[in-house]
């Protein structure tokens, strides 16, 4: 199965669209504030263990593409950017917290991406019965 990834038996494409803004959609995304940015997603999706397949900052929102597994719902994975970001951010440049009482807003968008063919669909069922645990199954 091509273009997916495997995890304790699972195997998985799963990819969502996040997209949320700043606060009051206030242009405070540029220069060192976006590069930082762009770092701490980067820092974050490594540290669980999420691809990112593109990423895009712009003055009033982000745009990510990021393939997770299963067991990452995509609020948690917002949660997690928004939450993490915002608070080192805000540490670092003392004019985000002057300017805004909070980094981003409250909402989000998600949308998933990516499909399963059925032909893969099709290659896993018609493979089940060779899995190792299945052996004895088959009889």
Known sequence: MA????????AY??????????????????????????ELIEQKTVEHGWSIVALEVMPDQVHLFVRADPTASPSYIANQLKG???KVLRD????????????WSRSYFVGSVGTVSAATIQGY????????WRKGAAS
């Open 84 to 86: 993490f970001t915002s």
């Open 13 to 38: 494409s799963l990819g969502y669209h996040l997209v949320w803004c700043s606060k009051y959609r206030r242009p405070v995304l540029a220069g060192p504030v976006a590069e930082r940015l762009r």
């Open 125 to 132: 069922t018609e493979t089940q019965w060779e899995r190792p």
């Open 92 to 103: 670092e440049f003392p004019h985000l917290r002057s300017r805004l009482p909070t980094l």
């Open 3 to 10: 273009g997916h990834q495997t995890s304790r038996g699972v």
